[in-house]
């Protein structure tokens, strides 16, 4: 059951993220639904759980776009589990703490694509990426956070992804 409701989310940011919010684009860019949502997991379940989410829901970012296929899986299952780390140490119920995490861990995985990028030898000014791209996506995330995250803190202590990794 727990699994249908996450392939649910994950489809349904994928659809929210090519569609809804093509035409919700800030300052050229629009917000990376599947991170916050693997942000939002991994916090919530550890770093296993959102190393495995991280992974799916990259891939299927990978698989959409053509493109690269892996690069969004690894950034973003090193970013789930980096960010699983902190599943018994922070603050969860805070949406503000976790527009922070989503920042940072936005911050760090679009950095990693963009180092992806480059070793692949696709040259970007490193001035574009970073506030052309990773900057801004980190802020749109992280304003995206501060709207979502409790509606899925509620699913995940009382709702139906509560004791999804027992």
């Keep these: 059951m727990h699994v249908f409701v996450l392939a649910l989310l994950v489809i349904l940011a994928v659809l929210l993220q090519t569609t809804v919010f093509q035409f919700l684009r800030v300052a050229g860019v629009s917000p990376d639904l599947i991170l916050v949502l693997v942000v939002f997991f991994a916090i919530s379940n550890g770093p296993r759980h959102g190393a495995v989410l991280g992974f799916v829901g990259g891939l299927v970012q990978d698989l959409l776009s053509g493109f690269y296929i892996g690069m969004n899986a690894l950034s973003m299952a090193l970013t789930g589990y980096i960010v699983g780390l902190g599943y018994h140490t922070l603050f969860r119920e805070s949406p503000w703490i976790m527009a922070a995490i989503a920042f940072i861990a936005s911050l760090g995985a679009q950095s990693l694509n963009y180092l992806l990028l480059l070793s692949l030898g696709v040259t970007i000014l490193p ?20 709207l979502a995250y409790r509606r899925y803190y509620l699913s995940s202590t009382r709702g139906v992804l509560r004791n999804f990794s027992n």
């Design 127 to 146: 001035a574009n990426a970073l506030f052309g791209v990773i900057v801004p996506v980190a802020v749109y995330n992280s304003a995206v956070a501060v």
